[in-house]
Structures are given as C-alpha cells and as structure tokens.
C-alpha cells in the first residue's frame, strides 16, 4: 500500500494499478526491492509521474522500513511520517487503506471541495485535515476522501464547476467560485 500510494501521487489511476503491479510482481518485499538498481525500478514504473525520482524514493523507504522497522510498515501516522517521500496525504490512506484504521486523507480535491461547500476555511491540505479532524465524526472519515475525489473530478471540478447538475447545489456556499455551468 505505501509504495502504491508513492507511485500514485501525481499519476491517474489508471497507470498506477499497472505501474504497481509490474514492480510487485518482481519485487514485493523490502528486501527484494533493494535488489533491484533504481533504474530497473523506473523502467517497471514507467510512464507514472516522476517515475526516476520514485524509483530513488522507493528504495530509500524500503531501505528505512529494513532498518528502522523490521521491514515492516508501520502503521501509525506519527511513524510513517517519520520516513523520507512520506506526507500526510500518504501517511493517511496508508493507515485507512492499509490497516482500517481512522485518517482523514486531504488531496487537492478535499481541500477544495470542503473550502467550497463553507464546511471550513482553510488554506491548505493540513489545515483542512485538522479541520476536519475537529468537525468531521470519526465514522466518516474513511470514506470522505473517496467520495470527494470522485465529486471533484466529475462534478466539483477546479475551474468552472458544473453546479447547475449538482445534487448539493442547494447546501453548497459556493466559496471562491466566480465561474460555473
């Protein structure tokens, strides 16, 4: 799940599952990953994005998991922020998706979605996931992402959002939307 959620940042969907599931299928562990020359890991994850610079990161993070975590990935955020490439973002759905447990995973489309609906008022994905983290009950906080990304790219989208087709048009503020259809 942790190196998944590294090639998937800045990369659609759809190349990440295949870019993922190459390297897995040559190396799906710490170790066999730091048997493998970061130019091999780049050519497996071609054509995500950033695709050398990943390469470096993954073996970095594994090299760390190796020394710091008994080759296991922690599952905390505290920790996982702890390791080089790791955010927020990253350490939330690692922990959400990785081992069920409460996180509130911030993208630009939830900062966006959740300033634009007046739910808070934040300037950035940080704030927005402590916003959230105060506001938002606990059970719900799993599933927020996945619903706002999928909103925020078919609906809610950055420039000129399709309020006219919303179905919460009538609870949305409208925060900061100047254009819209």
């Not at 080759?71 to 927020?88: F, S, Y």
């Not at 996945?146 to 919460?168: A, E, H, I, K, M």
Request: charged share 20%; glycine share 6%; with cysteine.
């Amino acid at each position: 799940m942790l190196i998944a959620c590294i090639l998937s940042l800045r990369t659609q969907d759809a190349t990440t599952g295949p870019a993922a599931a190459r390297l897995f299928t040559v190396a799906d562990t710490p170790a066999a990953m730091l048997r493998l020359p970061a130019r091999r890991i780049a050519q497996l994850i071609y054509p995500v994005g950033f695709y050398r610079t990943k390469a470096r990161v993954i073996l970095g993070l594994c090299r760390d998991l190796l020394e710091r975590f008994a080759g296991r990935v922690p599952d905390d955020i505290d920790a996982l922020l702890t390791l080089k490439g790791v955010g927020r973002k990253t350490a939330n759905l690692v922990v959400t998706m990785g081992f069920n447990k409460p996180g509130i995973c911030v993208d630009t489309h939830v900062h966006r979605i959740s300033n634009r609906l007046g739910y808070v008022r934040t300037r950035n994905p940080e704030e927005t996931e402590m916003a959230l983290r105060a506001r938002l009950p606990r059970r719900f906080w799993i599933g927020y992402n996945d619903l706002l990304v999928s909103f925020g790219q078919n609906v809610c989208t950055p420039l000129s959002p399709r309020c006219s087709t919303c179905p919460v048009r009538a609870l949305c503020r409208r925060v900061g939307v100047t254009a819209w259809r």
